[in-house]
C-alpha cells in the first residue's frame, strides 16, 4: 500500500465512450502526476500538477483531459479514444515538484483496453 | 536526446546475486532512482543516488558513478517474491525525471 488509490483498475471501452480515472492520495502530497505504461517502454509523463495548478502537458492528445480539483484528488477524463490508447495508466505523487530526494509515489495503475 | 538504456530481460537463480545495470545521458543530472515494479502492481521506490558510490539497504545496493552515466542495482541473496520488473530513471537538469523501458527479472529455483 503506497498511500496512493486509483479506481477502477481495469476498464474497457469502446473507441465512443467517454470515461474517467480516478486517483486519489493520503500523503499530503502537492504535486500529481499522470503516467502512460506502455509494454516494453519507458514510462510517458502526460501531466503534472502543482497545488491544483497544471505546470505540464507533455503534447498529450486532447483526448485526454485532466483535472484536479484538489490536492489529493486527480481525474483523467478519456472521450474518443484509440486503440493505441490501451495501456496501463499510473499516478503518482510527490511532496512537491522535483527537488532534492523528493521522490514520487505511484499507484496500482488502471489497465486500459480500449476496443 | 535524452536516454536511459537496460537490459530487458535477466535471469536469475534463487540464493544467488544479480546486478541490473542501467546507463544514461541525460541533460544534466540531479540523481538517479531505482523502483521495483510486480506485475500488475504499482512501481515502489528501492533507492536514490544523487553522489558516487554505493547505498546499501539490506539485500539492495545501488551504485552511481556520475563520470561514466552509469549504475547498477545488485540484489543478494535472491528470493522468488523478487521477480518483478525494475525501473532507473534519472532526473534531469530541469528535474524531469526520465525513465527506463525496465528490467524484468525472473527468479528460478
Known amino acids: 500500500e503506497t498511500g496512493v488509490t486509483q479506481t477502477p483498475r481495469h476498464l474497457v471501452m469502446g473507441m465512443t465512450n467517454k470515461k474517467s480515472l480516478k486517483c486519489e492520495q493520503h500523503?499530503?502530497?502537492?504535486?500529481m502526476y499522470w503516467y502512460k505504461q506502455s509494454a516494453k517502454k519507458p514510462l510517458e509523463l502526460m501531466f503534472v500538477?502543482?497545488?491544483?495548478?497544471?505546470?505540464e502537458n507533455n503534447s498529450v492528445p486532447s483526448r485526454f483531459s485532466p483535472e484536479c480539483p484538489n490536492s489529493s484528488h486527480l481525474f483523467l477524463h478519456l472521450h474518443t479514444l484509440q486503440p493505441e490508447d490501451s495501456a496501463l495508466y499510473l499516478c503518482?505523487?510527490?511532496?512537491?515538484?522535483?527537488?532534492?530526494?523528493?521522490?514520487?509515489?505511484f499507484g496500482p495503475g488502471t489497465r486500459l483496453t480500449v476496443l | 536526446g535524452q536516454n536511459i538504456d537496460q537490459p530487458t530481460e535477466m535471469t536469475a537463480t534463487e540464493g544467488a546475486i544479480v546486478q541490473i545495470n542501467c546507463t544514461y545521458q541525460?541533460?544534466?543530472?540531479?540523481?538517479l532512482f531505482w523502483y521495483q515494479q510486480h506485475a500488475g502492481e504499482a512501481p515502489t521506490f528501492l533507492s536514490y543516488n544523487v553522489l558516487d558510490g554505493l547505498e546499501e539497504k539490506g539485500r539492495f545496493s545501488s551504485f552511481l558513478s556520475r563520470s561514466k552515466g552509469y549504475s547498477y542495482l545488485l540484489l543478494k541473496e535472491l528470493q522468488m517474491k523478487d521477480s518483478a520488473s525494475y525501473l532507473c530513471?534519472?532526473?534531469?537538469?530541469?528535474?524531469?525525471?526520465?525513465w527506463g523501458a525496465g528490467t524484468k527479472l525472473i527468479i528460478k529455483p
Open positions: 500523503l499530503g502530497h502537492n504535486a
Open positions: 503518482a505523487s510527490s511532496q512537491d515538484l522535483g527537488g532534492g530526494t523528493d521522490t514520487q509515489y
Open positions: 500538477y502543482s497545488l491544483e495548478e497544471r505546470v
Open positions: 530513471a534519472v532526473r534531469d537538469g530541469n528535474y524531469q525525471l526520465i
Open positions: 541525460t541533460s544534466g543530472f540531479n540523481g
